[in-house]
């Protein structure tokens, strides 16, 4: 059974900061690997999706890696600004039944 | 433009009382999803429809039921709500295109059900 964890729970950063968010996942035969961001009392909105055969994909400020071999992907913010507080959650695409299964995410604070 | 929209944002119901929660979409996605996500913890899959095919979790609770008329729509149906039932339900679409090509999913902003 896929399980996927994050770290750390919770991060907090002066604005202007590059940081990273961990995403570790059990099961290495993944389908993809998806990062979201959830604000509050919102759902989610889908950040960037890298397949199984891809190392890393770019959007805006926004870098995800995947390393399959050893079950990790990280999301790189470059230059963050307080906007970009929320909760980030990854999530990995796997088993027969194709399942999206999520970590409890990172509650990011970026201070002015 | 809303793309996925759910109805009501916010629900309370009382103890044992039935409510329908429901998910309509307008990106023409075959695939719909529930997930029951609770404070602090991460979204839970309850069950999907690939096409009208109907999908359910090995551990969603009986309760819990589902029906999808047509595409656009998909109602999650809770038959006697307790207490732990208490929580925010996300629905998302995504289309499928079959041969490992997953799409990303689409997620609506969610209806916080609270029970008395």
């Known amino acids: 059974k896929q399980e996927v964890t994050q770290i750390p729970a919770a991060l907090s950063v002066p604005e202007g900061e590059n940081l990273v968010l961990n995403c570790s996942f059990t099961d290495s035969a993944i389908y993809n690997l998806q990062w979201f961001r959830q604000d509050p009392g919102k759902g989610l909105t889908s950040l960037l999706l890298i397949q199984s055969s891809q190392r890393e994909q770019t959007s805006g400020r926004l870098n995800a890696s995947l390393d399959k071999s050893s079950g990790r992907s990280t999301l790189y913010i470059a230059a963050s600004q307080p906007g970009d507080s929320a909760t980030y959650l990854c999530?990995?695409?796997?088993?027969?039944?194709?399942?999206?299964?999520f970590g409890s995410g990172t509650q990011l604070t970026v201070l002015p | 433009d809303a793309m996925v929209i759910q109805n009501p944002r916010y629900q309370v119901t009382q103890f044992g009382k039935p409510v329908t929660l429901s998910c309509s979409q307008t990106?023409?996605?075959?695939?719909m999803y529930w997930y029951q996500q609770k404070s602090s913890q991460a979204p839970k899959l309850l069950f999907h429809y690939y096409d009208k095919d109907f999908n359910n979790e090995a551990d969603t609770p009986d309760n819990f039921q589902s029906r999808r008329p047509n595409t656009s729509f998909c109602f999650l149906d809770i038959r006697s709500p307790g207490l732990g039932d208490a929580a925010m339900y996300l629905c998302?679409?995504?289309?499928?295109f079959g041969q490992g090509r997953d799409q990303p999913q689409h997620f609506g902003d969610g209806t916080r059900l609270s029970i008395l």
């Open positions: 998302a679409t995504s289309r499928d």
């Open positions: 990106l023409n996605h075959n695939v």
């Open positions: 999530a990995a695409l796997s088993g027969s039944a194709r399942q999206l299964t």
